[in-house]
């Protein structure tokens, strides 16, 4: 059974910065990947990041040159640094773990945490 609790999110105005933390507990420590999703209002849930055990990452277009995701030593927490905040990436942000290779799909993520809250006004 792995545990993710997130942290960090909260209100910014545009061209603000964030870093969400996501600490894990339990069989965490023998994750593959781990990855931030996040899902908007009246929107489907979507891939921000991943990032597997060798420590090699993934990003969605949209975010690409503003988020790094990335990992302690231990692999016991996963953050994302945000960086040049846009309206739209308002969004209730996830992490969440797997143990297979990594993957852009929600679709075999089993562990999710309960998410925060990110918002940014313009």
């Known amino acids: 059974q792995v545990q993710l609790v997130e942290s960090g999110g909260g209100s910014v105005q545009a061209g603000g910065s964030l870093r969400l933390s996501c600490a894990a507990s339990?069989?965490?420590?023998?994750?593959?990947?781990m990855g931030w999703f996040r899902q908007a209002l009246g929107k489907e849930r979507e891939h921000v990041a991943t990032?597997?055990?060798?420590?090699?990452?993934t990003y969605a277009d949209s975010v690409k040159g503003r988020f790094t995701i990335s990992q302690d030593n231990a692999k016991i927490t996963l953050y994302l640094q945000m960086n040049s905040l846009k309206p739209e990436d308002t969004a209730m942000y996830y992490c969440?773990?797997?143990?297979?290779?990594?993957?852009?799909?929600?679709?075999?993520?089993?562990?999710w945490g309960q998410g925060t809250q990110v918002t940014v006004s313009s």
């Open positions: 969440a773990a797997r143990y297979d290779y990594c993957s852009s799909s929600e679709y075999g993520y089993k562990y």
């Open positions: 339990g069989s965490s420590y023998y994750a593959n990947c």
């Open positions: 990032i597997d055990k060798y420590g090699r990452t």
